[in-house]
Protein backbone atom coordinates (compact mmCIF):
# COMPACT_ATOMS: atom_id res chain seq x y z
CA UNK A 1 0.00 0.00 0.00
CA UNK A 2 1.48 3.37 -1.09
CA UNK A 3 2.00 5.87 1.05
CA UNK A 4 1.05 9.64 0.61
CA UNK A 5 2.36 11.19 -2.63
CA UNK A 6 3.12 15.02 -3.26
CA UNK A 7 4.72 16.34 -6.30
CA UNK A 8 6.30 18.30 -7.12
CA UNK A 9 8.51 17.71 -4.52
CA UNK A 10 10.50 20.95 -5.18
CA UNK A 11 9.18 23.93 -6.64
CA UNK A 12 10.54 26.80 -7.51
CA UNK A 13 8.67 30.01 -8.41
CA UNK A 14 8.88 33.46 -9.81
CA UNK A 15 6.79 36.01 -7.68
CA UNK A 16 3.73 36.42 -9.03
CA UNK A 17 3.39 33.21 -10.54
CA UNK A 18 0.82 30.31 -9.47
CA UNK A 19 1.90 27.40 -7.79
CA UNK A 20 0.19 24.10 -7.71
CA UNK A 21 0.96 21.50 -5.13
CA UNK A 22 -0.56 17.98 -5.95
CA UNK A 23 -1.49 15.35 -3.07
CA UNK A 24 -2.66 11.56 -3.29
CA UNK A 25 -3.61 10.23 -0.18
CA UNK A 26 -3.50 6.89 1.50
CA UNK A 27 -5.55 3.93 -0.65
CA UNK A 28 -9.14 4.04 0.92
CA UNK A 29 -8.37 7.49 2.40
CA UNK A 30 -10.90 9.91 2.09
CA UNK A 31 -9.57 12.53 4.27
CA UNK A 32 -7.07 15.36 3.18
CA UNK A 33 -5.40 17.78 5.50
CA UNK A 34 -2.81 20.23 4.66
CA UNK A 35 -0.08 22.09 6.07
CA UNK A 36 2.73 24.68 6.00
CA UNK A 37 5.96 23.83 7.77
CA UNK A 38 7.88 27.39 7.95
CA UNK A 39 11.26 28.08 8.95
CA UNK A 40 12.19 26.89 11.80
CA UNK A 41 8.77 26.26 12.93
CA UNK A 42 6.49 24.10 13.63
CA UNK A 43 3.81 22.76 10.84
CA UNK A 44 0.59 25.25 10.76
CA UNK A 45 -2.42 23.04 9.20
CA UNK A 46 -4.21 24.88 6.89
CA UNK A 47 -7.31 23.17 5.09
CA UNK A 48 -9.06 19.87 5.85
CA UNK A 49 -11.44 18.56 2.71
CA UNK A 50 -13.04 15.31 2.20
CA UNK A 51 -13.90 14.12 -1.37
CA UNK A 52 -15.21 17.18 -3.26
CA UNK A 53 -16.03 19.07 0.10
CA UNK A 54 -13.73 21.76 2.20
CA UNK A 55 -14.78 21.38 5.75
CA UNK A 56 -12.62 23.67 7.39
CA UNK A 57 -10.40 25.93 5.93
CA UNK A 58 -9.61 27.74 8.93
CA UNK A 59 -6.13 28.18 8.64
CA UNK A 60 -5.79 29.11 5.18
CA UNK A 61 -5.09 32.65 3.86
CA UNK A 62 -7.75 34.46 2.96
CA UNK A 63 -6.67 35.69 -0.60
CA UNK A 64 -4.44 34.00 -3.23
CA UNK A 65 -4.82 30.33 -1.80
CA UNK A 66 -7.74 27.66 -2.62
CA UNK A 67 -7.83 24.10 -2.08
CA UNK A 68 -9.69 20.98 -3.69
CA UNK A 69 -10.28 17.55 -3.71
CA UNK A 70 -12.16 16.73 -7.00
CA UNK A 71 -14.06 12.86 -6.81
CA UNK A 72 -11.28 11.82 -9.39
CA UNK A 73 -7.71 12.75 -8.77
CA UNK A 74 -5.26 14.16 -6.38
CA UNK A 75 -5.79 16.94 -3.88
CA UNK A 76 -4.55 20.00 -5.53
CA UNK A 77 -3.42 23.55 -3.16
CA UNK A 78 -3.12 26.60 -5.31
CA UNK A 79 -1.22 29.64 -4.72
CA UNK A 80 -2.04 32.20 -7.08
CA UNK A 81 0.83 35.29 -7.38
CA UNK A 82 3.29 33.61 -5.32
CA UNK A 83 5.18 35.68 -2.96
CA UNK A 84 8.17 35.62 -1.18
CA UNK A 85 6.76 34.98 1.97
CA UNK A 86 5.06 31.65 0.74
CA UNK A 87 8.38 29.69 0.18
CA UNK A 88 7.97 26.74 2.52
CA UNK A 89 7.33 23.11 3.05
CA UNK A 90 3.92 21.89 2.15
CA UNK A 91 2.84 18.57 3.66
CA UNK A 92 -0.12 16.81 3.13
CA UNK A 93 -1.61 14.17 5.63
CA UNK A 94 -4.70 11.85 5.03
CA UNK A 95 -6.45 9.55 7.21
CA UNK A 96 -9.51 7.01 6.22
CA UNK A 97 -11.97 8.83 9.18
CA UNK A 98 -12.46 11.80 10.34
CA UNK A 99 -12.55 11.26 14.17
CA UNK A 100 -10.18 12.19 16.37
CA UNK A 101 -8.63 8.73 17.10
CA UNK A 102 -7.58 8.02 13.34
CA UNK A 103 -3.86 8.72 12.96
CA UNK A 104 -3.19 10.79 10.29
CA UNK A 105 -0.30 9.79 7.68
CA UNK A 106 2.08 12.39 6.08
CA UNK A 107 3.43 12.70 2.51
CA UNK A 108 6.85 13.62 1.88
CA UNK A 109 6.46 17.35 1.13
CA UNK A 110 6.76 19.73 -1.37
CA UNK A 111 9.46 22.86 -0.72
CA UNK A 112 8.39 25.88 -2.41
CA UNK A 113 10.91 28.52 -3.25
CA UNK A 114 9.94 32.08 -4.48
CA UNK A 115 12.59 34.10 -5.82
CA UNK B 1 -7.85 27.24 21.44
CA UNK B 2 -5.37 24.35 21.74
CA UNK B 3 -1.20 24.32 22.05
CA UNK B 4 1.47 22.66 22.44
CA UNK B 5 5.02 23.68 23.66
CA UNK B 6 8.23 22.38 23.43
CA UNK B 7 10.96 23.79 25.32
CA UNK B 8 14.16 23.20 23.49
CA UNK B 9 14.71 23.65 20.10
CA UNK B 10 17.76 21.88 19.94
CA UNK B 11 19.45 18.85 22.22
CA UNK B 12 22.64 17.22 21.68
CA UNK B 13 23.07 13.36 23.49
CA UNK B 14 25.93 11.25 23.41
CA UNK B 15 25.80 8.46 21.09
CA UNK B 16 24.60 5.54 23.86
CA UNK B 17 22.87 8.17 26.31
CA UNK B 18 19.12 8.44 27.45
CA UNK B 19 17.34 10.44 25.98
CA UNK B 20 14.16 13.03 27.23
CA UNK B 21 12.32 15.08 25.22
CA UNK B 22 9.90 17.68 26.46
CA UNK B 23 6.31 18.36 25.60
CA UNK B 24 3.73 20.54 27.20
CA UNK B 25 0.17 20.96 26.22
CA UNK B 26 -2.67 23.31 26.68
CA UNK B 27 -6.37 21.79 26.03
CA UNK B 28 -9.70 22.00 27.55
CA UNK B 29 -9.72 18.42 28.15
CA UNK B 30 -7.75 15.34 27.57
CA UNK B 31 -6.64 15.83 23.88
CA UNK B 32 -4.85 12.86 21.73
CA UNK B 33 -1.55 13.37 21.72
CA UNK B 34 1.39 12.33 18.99
CA UNK B 35 4.76 12.19 18.59
CA UNK B 36 6.12 12.56 14.84
CA UNK B 37 10.07 12.45 13.70
CA UNK B 38 10.95 14.51 10.50
CA UNK B 39 14.20 13.58 9.22
CA UNK B 40 16.35 16.68 6.77
CA UNK B 41 14.30 16.84 4.00
CA UNK B 42 11.85 14.44 4.49
CA UNK B 43 8.10 14.34 5.73
CA UNK B 44 6.74 13.38 9.10
CA UNK B 45 6.54 9.76 10.78
CA UNK B 46 4.59 8.96 13.27
CA UNK B 47 6.60 7.70 16.33
CA UNK B 48 3.56 6.61 19.08
CA UNK B 49 0.19 7.93 20.00
CA UNK B 50 -2.10 8.25 23.19
CA UNK B 51 -6.23 8.02 22.94
CA UNK B 52 -6.48 6.42 26.39
CA UNK B 53 -6.01 3.81 28.71
CA UNK B 54 -2.25 2.91 29.72
CA UNK B 55 -0.24 6.43 30.03
CA UNK B 56 2.91 4.87 29.09
CA UNK B 57 2.86 4.30 25.23
CA UNK B 58 5.41 2.21 23.35
CA UNK B 59 6.19 3.04 19.74
CA UNK B 60 8.53 2.41 17.06
CA UNK B 61 12.19 2.50 17.04
CA UNK B 62 12.62 2.03 20.93
CA UNK B 63 10.58 5.49 21.95
CA UNK B 64 8.22 5.18 24.62
CA UNK B 65 5.89 8.39 26.22
CA UNK B 66 4.11 8.90 29.07
CA UNK B 67 1.28 10.69 29.69
CA UNK B 68 0.89 12.91 32.48
CA UNK B 69 -2.54 14.68 32.95
CA UNK B 70 -1.85 16.40 35.94
CA UNK B 71 1.30 18.28 34.27
CA UNK B 72 -0.22 18.80 30.67
CA UNK B 73 2.58 16.74 29.63
CA UNK B 74 3.40 13.80 27.08
CA UNK B 75 7.45 14.05 27.02
CA UNK B 76 8.97 11.19 25.01
CA UNK B 77 11.90 9.19 25.92
CA UNK B 78 14.55 6.32 24.77
CA UNK B 79 16.98 4.86 26.86
CA UNK B 80 20.20 4.67 24.66
CA UNK B 81 20.48 6.73 21.52
CA UNK B 82 21.44 6.04 18.10
CA UNK B 83 23.24 8.22 16.38
CA UNK B 84 20.26 7.25 13.25
CA UNK B 85 18.23 8.80 15.60
CA UNK B 86 19.41 12.62 14.60
CA UNK B 87 16.36 14.32 13.65
CA UNK B 88 13.73 16.90 14.16
CA UNK B 89 10.87 15.51 16.63
CA UNK B 90 7.28 16.94 16.63
CA UNK B 91 4.90 17.11 19.25
CA UNK B 92 1.48 17.51 18.37
CA UNK B 93 -2.07 17.57 19.50
CA UNK B 94 -5.45 16.59 17.90
CA UNK B 95 -8.93 17.57 19.08
CA UNK B 96 -11.11 14.61 20.53
CA UNK B 97 -14.69 15.52 19.11
CA UNK B 98 -15.33 15.78 15.71
CA UNK B 99 -13.08 16.47 13.12
CA UNK B 100 -9.42 16.07 14.59
CA UNK B 101 -6.86 19.03 12.98
CA UNK B 102 -3.64 18.67 14.76
CA UNK B 103 -1.55 21.02 16.91
CA UNK B 104 1.89 21.47 16.36
CA UNK B 105 5.00 22.14 18.69
CA UNK B 106 7.95 23.76 17.24
CA UNK B 107 10.07 20.79 16.95
CA UNK B 108 13.35 19.57 18.87
CA UNK B 109 16.20 19.04 16.74
CA UNK B 110 17.76 16.29 17.99
CA UNK B 111 22.03 16.06 17.52
CA UNK B 112 23.45 13.01 18.35
CA UNK B 113 27.92 13.05 19.12
CA UNK B 114 29.89 9.88 19.01
Known amino acids: NAGVMQNPRHLVRRRGQEARLRCSPM?????VYWYRQLPEEGLKFMVY????????ESGMPKERFSAEFPKEGPSILRIQQVVRGDSAAYFC?????????????FGPGTRLTVL | AQSVTQPDIHITVSEGASLELRCNYS??????LFWYVQSPGQGLQLLLK??????LVQGIKGFEAEFKRSQSSFNLRKPSVHWSDAAEYFC????????????FGKGTMLLVSP
Open chain 1, 93 to 105: ASSPLAGGTDTQY
Open chain 1, 27 to 31: KGHSH
Open chain 1, 49 to 56: LQKENIID
Open chain 2, 27 to 32: YGATPY
Open chain 2, 50 to 55: YFSGDT
Open chain 2, 92 to 103: AVGARSGYSTLT
